[in-house]
């Protein structure tokens, strides 16, 4: 361990480092508008009374504190360790996604929290991490045969890995976290490779099956989806959030109307605008100019993310980065895609700027998987 | 597991694609905030503006209407009116049920209230009900929960102290109709906009109606006030100060009450209108609140008429009250001599046909005097014969201004007629009815046929008689008085002269002579309009009794009654017209009621003083003045 202690500095990924904090202090600054409240003096977590005018923003300060120590904790994880217990991790997210369903605690209809008497947690936060893994110790395990990808049925196996936590958490329901959690897996398949006919196959198959997942979806589901398609069509309704949001960005225009200027936040015309429509508080605020450079942020932490997968020492290293990858950048285009009317509202929050305290420790533990993942790359497998 | 350089697939390439993908998706994230930031932007700013920003208008409270003195006729009172805020309501129709079972509305009516507004802006409350009473404001408020989107809001409204008192002088206020809106003339208003729709309320609207102020606030998504943005302030109107003394006016509204009818009292030295009344009466605050449809029925009804204004659109024959015009002429034209006598045996003998003198047995041997106080019609066919229908016509119509329209509203008014050869020319169509026969003319001469007036007119007409013969414009505003006392628009001070009678001071003089007689006289007609001896106060005067051509065949109507005098007889200061559809003799039905006008103007107790000491019996009232129509083909 000495070793690596001292290598640390040569091989952490800087880039990686600095576009988080980067991004970090955007959300800060964002939130502190966002959740401005100039009656408020925010309490920490009952402790301590503190004269502040954004509660959001100190908290949220505070969950970046206890992300970089659980990031500074996904850093110091030697991978072979991920590898060993990935599948234990799956089961028992797996469990607990079941156990949820059982007896979790309903909020805002949807029944996704596990109470465990002194802290409630959400398992599907849990199976995030542990579905990647384990796919990409499945894919590293057994690589396609022929060199070409893979075939029907070598994909049985790795698509029921991913289906079964999707269907568990479809049901809860929160559409957008199953979606992504695919999204995630498939396109972890996908970077090892699949066969054309076997990809072919899979997609009409998913065609046939989506006629009676639409009648699976619940209506509020349904109607956000179509209210996407036509949000100017309920103004009062579903459309609202998205009507609202659309407004926020767009009077935004090239320079935005300044730091805490947004009236459609501040007048509370936008929903949600510390946690999902954070981005569009952005963009009001702080103009095209202002969006388009956090995107670009987005865009360079993704890259880096993308070179670390590409100069891991093994293929379980690689996906595993490159999974943690796609499923932050997934949350980033879905959420962002949201807010400007592309993607229907389903409830994502924009990494590392949305308000959240879990969202965050698990955003800044799976970036410090990769920097682990990067720190490690020129080591040799150390034998078990 | 195995190492990264042995493994079965190509890595760099992958992640290059990966790369390609993020960059891709990217750039749509961009090209999309492009389009609503840059080229949509200035459209969503402007949608956020109109979120946060809502314009909210404040009535403006009408200016006062006072009487001469300044005592406060038509003043403004808060008033409570039940508005709908559509945006605030997440289901209106529910809302304006639950309001229609609280208020014991038709619900279907209150939606259609709701509904008929047209276009408003965002967030525009609806007007639902208009001054409601304060028992149901509270039952409102107390069930606030089950009315989202119900407001009530506070505007000030008409006040009316005295009452229906005047009302046809005031006119009313009303919500400007869906017609006037559409109109040029009422571009600067609003739907529930009260707009002065009848007489001074409309005529001097402009002045009346103020500017409203309007309040723009920065609201939160949930509709609170954050904050003001800009505002200014409401202007209230200016104040009308009118010729019409309360007191007069009063007395005029009380004499006529139970009775269809009008009075007109004016000053005969400035044309200034001391009071204006028309039975039966309307009550204007009824317009301030919603009207049943009863309660507008019975106020159209045409058998009561009562939004008609009998002083200016109530044109009947005048009867004798115009044979003083007619003896104007005379004089003035020569043609008798104050001292000639008729003899009056009863009735007229012209060509084969016989016309009566409402007397009967006849006067006997009358000259001017005796003819104007006994109202001889004898006397007046034959002088009437002498000036021919043409030289009556000048006097009466050009020199004193009977039919014509005395414009002293801008509202509708009966211009009457006075008859002549042209008149009947231009008037009738058939060949055979333009001809004018003289027989006519006796009808004319003793104010019967085609001639019709209004009360307006004739007291501008006898004031004409009595001022030295000026025809005066007749006036009921004196002056507009913004709020701070500053005088905005002064009406002439000096009174507005139309033309002049030019009688000669001698034939004036014998006039108001015969008619100080006509009063207080023993055989005058008009001795019912005498005031207390002990007033000291001389009234003149003349009756008229006009008889009623029968609306329908076989039902006898009765006359008209009809009484224009003045006092004091040596220098006028008051002309009082008065008339009393089907009221019967003028003397009985119509002089009353001017002496009662003319106690209150000069602050003497009124009393109905006993004829004076009579040398021949009175005649009985029945009988008394009936002047034949005349019957000529």
Not at chain 2, 147 to 159: E, N
Request: aromatic fraction near 8%; charged fraction near 20%.
């Amino acid at each position: 361990m000495l070793s690596f202690s001292s290598r640390i500095g040569s091989q952490v990924d800087w880039a990686l480092f600095g576009a988080t904090g980067l991004l970090l202090c955007c959300g800060l600054v964002v939130l502190y508008s966002a959740g401005y409240d100039p009656e408020s003096s925010a309490s920490l977590f009952g402790l301590a009374s503190v004269e502040f005018s954004s509660p959001a923003c100190l908290r949220q300060a505070v969950h970046i504190g206890a992300g970089l120590l659980v990031m500074l904790i996904g850093m110091s994880i030697p991978t072979q360790i991920f590898f060993h217990y990935s599948f234990v991790l799956y089961a028992l997210a797996a469990a607990m996604l079941v156990c949820v369903a059982g007896f979790g605690v309903v909020v805002n209809g949807s029944r996704r929290w596990l109470d465990l008497g002194a802290l409630s947690i959400q398992p599907a936060e849990l199976m995030k991490i542990a579905l990647i893994m384990a796919v990409a110790r499945r894919l590293s395990r057994s690589p396609p045969r022929d060199g070409k990808g893979y075939g029907l049925g070598e994909l049985v196996v790795p698509l029921l890995l991913i289906a079964v936590p999707m269907a568990l958490i479809m049901q809860q329901p929160d559409l957008g976290t199953a979606l992504s959690l695919g999204f995630v897996g498939v396109a972890q398949l996908l970077f090892v490779g699949i066969r054309p006919r076997a990809l072919l196959t899979i997609v009409l198959a998913l065609g046939v099956l989506a006629y009676p997942a639409w009648h699976m979806l619940h209506e509020y589901q349904q109607r956000r989806i179509i209210v996407l398609l036509n949000p100017e069509s309920d103004p009062q309704g579903s459309g609202y959030h998205i009507t609202q949001s659309k407004i926020a960005v767009g009077s935004g225009e090239l320079f935005g109307k300044g730091f805490r200027g947004g009236t459609q936040s501040q007048l509370e015309f936008l929903p949600e605008h510390t946690t999902d429509f954070a981005f569009s508080v952005l963009a009001e605020e702080w103009g095209f100019l202002g969006s388009v450079s956090v995107l670009v942020l987005f865009l360079a932490l993704v890259s880096s993310m993308l070179r670390v997968a590409g100069r891991a020492r093994d293929l379980f290293s690689c996906l595993l980065a490159f999974g943690i990858t796609a499923q932050f950048f997934a949350h980033t285009v879905i959420n962002v895609g949201m807010v400007i009317g592309l993607m229907p509202v389903v409830g994502i929050p924009l990494p590392l700027i949305s308000y959240g305290g879990s969202a965050m420790l698990s955003l800044l533990f799976g970036l410090g998987v990769v920097q682990g993942v990067s720190i490690r790359r020129l080591m040799f497998r150390e034998r078990a | 597991m195995s190492r990264f350089e042995r493994s079965p697939v190509n890595i760099t390439f992958r992640i290059w694609c990966s790369f390609a993908v993020a960059l891709i998706s990217v750039g749509v994230l961009v090209a999309r905030l492009w389009y609503l930031q840059i080229e949509q932007g200035a459209a969503f700013r402007d949608r956020s503006e109109n979120n946060r920003l809502r314009t909210l208008y404040v009535p403006a409270a009408r200016g006062l209407i006072l009487d001469r003195h300044g005592e406060v006729l038509v003043r403004n009172r808060p008033s409570f009116n039940v508005e709908l805020v559509v945006e605030d309501s997440p289901d209106p129709a529910q809302s304006i049920a639950e309001l229609a079972e609280i208020t014991g509305e038709d619900p279907a009516e209150l939606q259609a209230r709701a509904g008929k507004q047209g276009k408003r802006r965002r967030y525009e409350p609806r007007l639902i009900l208009r001054d409601v009473p304060r028992d149901l404001v509270a039952r409102i408020s107390a069930q606030k929960h089950r009315l989202p989107g119900v407001a009530i809001s506070v505007v000030p409204t008409r006040d009316y102290p005295h009452g229906g008192m005047s009302a046809h002088v005031f006119g009313y206020i009303r919500e400007v109709s869906g017609d006037q809106l559409k109109s040029p003339l009422f571009s600067g208003y609003l739907p529930g906009d009260t707009v002065g729709q009848y007489g001074v309320e409309a005529d001097l609207e402009r002045y009346l109606r103020g500017e409203r102020g309007a309040r723009t606030v920065i609201v939160n998504a949930r509709g609170s006030k954050i904050g003001e943005a800009f505002a200014s302030p409401e202007k209230p109107g200016a104040d009308i100060v009118l010729t019409i003394d309360r007191k007069v006016q009063a007395a005029a509204d009380e004499a006529l009450a139970g009775k269809h009818g009008a009075v007109v009292a004016m000053d005969p030295a400035t044309g200034e209108i001391l009071a204006l009344a028309s039975a039966p009466q309307f009550s204007p605050a009824a317009f301030t609140s919603e009207m049943s449809k009863e309660a507008w029925a019975a106020l159209v009804d045409p058998k009561e008429n009562r939004l008609s204004n009998r002083a200016l659109q109530g044109a009947f024959p005048p009867g004798s009250v115009f044979k003083i015009f007619v003896a104007a002429a005379a004089l003035n034209e020569g043609v008798v001599s104050p001292a000639e006598k008729v003899w009056c045996p009863g009735h007229y003998q012209f060509g084969k046909r016989s016309f009566k003198c409402h007397k009967h047995s006849g006067h006997g041997s009358v000259n001017m005097f005796d003819a104007i106080v006994q109202s001889c019609d004898v006397y007046f066919y034959v002088i009437g014969q002498r000036l021919g229908v043409d030289r009556i016509f000048h006097y009466a119509h050009d020199l004193f201004g009977l039919g014509q329209p005395t414009r002293l509203t801008e509202g509708d008014e009966n211009a009457g007629v006075m008859p002549s050869t042209k008149w009947k020319e231009s008037y009738f169509r058939r060949e055979e009815d333009k001809k004018w026969y003289p027989g006519e003319t006796l009808s004319v001469a003793i104010g019967q046929g085609a001639v019709s007036t209004t009360p307006v007119q004739l007291a501008r007409a006898l004031a004409a008689v009595v001022n030295g013969g000026k025809l005066l414009k007749p006036r009921l505003v004196k002056r507009v008085v913004a709020g701070d006392g500053r005088v905005i628009e002064e009406f002439p001070a000096e009174p507005e002269v139309i033309g002049a009678a030019a009688i000669e001071p001698e034939a004036a003089k014998l006039l108001e002579g015969a008619m100080v007689g006509v009063v207080a006289e023993a055989r005058g007609t008009g001795h019912r309009a005498a005031l207390p001896k002990a007033s000291g106060i001389q009234v003149g005067g003349k009756t008229g009794t006009a008889q009623v051509a029968s609306r329908e065949s076989g039902v006898k109507e009765e006359d008209h009654a009809w009484f224009a005098g003045y006092a004091p007889a040596e220098s006028p200061r008051i002309v009082v017209v008065a008339l009393v559809e089907n009221g019967g003799h003028g003397g009985v039905a119509a002089a009353p009621i001017a002496r009662k006008v003319m106690a209150a103007f000069f602050g003497v107790a009124d009393e109905d003083s006993p004829p004076p000491v009579a040398a021949k019996p009175r005649r009985p009232a029945a009988v008394a003045a009936r002047a034949p129509l005349s019957r000529e083909g």
